[in-house]
């Protein structure tokens, strides 16, 4: 993979976790859109001064994500739901994963990036978070299902 390609990989992974991190404020901290898209912009400007080394996200990839997943939540978390077979549902997993859940689904939505790479992305997300393994399979199977599921919209 040549540089360019690298860093831009890596500045789109900061920008997922930037988006992860504003859905669960969102969640957490009831915040709304606005609210959180204010308050990434300013968080955003702030790595703009800081050290010039320091990766910064795309910040219109942020915001699209955080925009569509609260546009389309109660689409996302229908499908989250019906990919968990009645087996468990959004509620009974932690914020962060349904954070995780929500990006990955709003970023399939906008419909600019390839299944594959946020299938790739956002399992390997899961792991930065949950290191033991588990919580990456369920993320990689729930995926696969919301995702075939969002296909036929």
Request: proline fraction near 2%.
């Amino acid at each position: 993979m040549n540089s360019a390609k690298s860093y831009d990989y890596k500045k789109n992974t900061i920008s997922r976790l930037f988006a992860i991190q504003a859905l669960f404020q969102m969640e957490a901290n009831g915040k709304t859109y606005s609210i959180i898209k204010k308050e990434l912009k300013e968080k955003f400007y702030m790595h703009q001064i800081q050290d010039a080394e320091f990766l910064k996200p795309n910040y219109l990839l942020v915001q699209n994500i955080v925009e569509q997943a609260s546009k389309n939540q109660m689409k996302i978390d229908a499908k989250i739901n019906m990919a968990f077979n009645n087996l468990w549902n959004l509620k009974t997993i932690d914020t962060t994963l349904r954070a995780i859940l929500r990006a990955a689904s709003a970023e399939f939505i906008n419909k600019k990036t390839p299944k594959k790479v946020i299938m790739s992305e956002y399992v390997s997300i899961t792991g930065t978070f949950y290191p033991n393994g588990q919580e990456q399979r369920l993320v990689n199977g729930l995926l696969n299902k919301i995702i075939e599921d969002l296909q036929t919209l």
